[in-house]
């Protein structure tokens, strides 16, 4: 069994920044993509962004050139650093793993952090 834990949310003041962090840990596992979702209330769940095991990153339109993802592979974590904070920014971020546990695929959620953007 795998967990994600995430840790660094909070409230911040708009043009604020914010670090979100994530480890994997369990027994067995390879990482192949791990990504940042995010639901506001009365929302759906959305990507924000994500990185697959060689490094490729994508995001969403809205958090584009103020958020970056980024991975440590030999740590198992991923991380996304959250710049120029808007309140529409706030919503419960999860974290989310694509792992390899032996030949299988597996989608694990983490349980999620609150970030508040708010005066």
């Known amino acids: 069994q795998v967990q994600l834990v995430e840790s660094g949310g909070g409230l911040v003041q708009p043009g604020g920044s914010l670090r979100l962090s994530c480890a994997a840990s369990?027994?067995?596992?390879?990482?192949?993509?791990m990504a940042w979702y995010r639901q506001a209330p009365g929302k759906q769940r959305e990507l924000v962004a994500g990185?697959?095991?060689?490094?490729?990153?994508n995001y969403a339109d809205s958090v584009k050139g103020r958020f970056t993802i980024s991975r440590d592979s030999a740590k198992n974590t991923v991380a996304l650093q959250m710049n120029s904070l808007k309140p529409e920014d706030t919503a419960v971020y999860y974290c989310?793993?694509?792992?390899?546990?032996?030949?299988?695929?597996?989608?694990?959620w983490g349980q999620g952090t609150q970030v508040t953007v708010s005066s």
């Open positions: 990185i697959t095991i060689n490094g490729r990153a």
């Open positions: 989310n793993a694509n792992l390899l546990e032996g030949s299988a695929l597996s989608n694990y």
């Open positions: 369990g027994n067995s596992f390879r990482v192949v993509a």
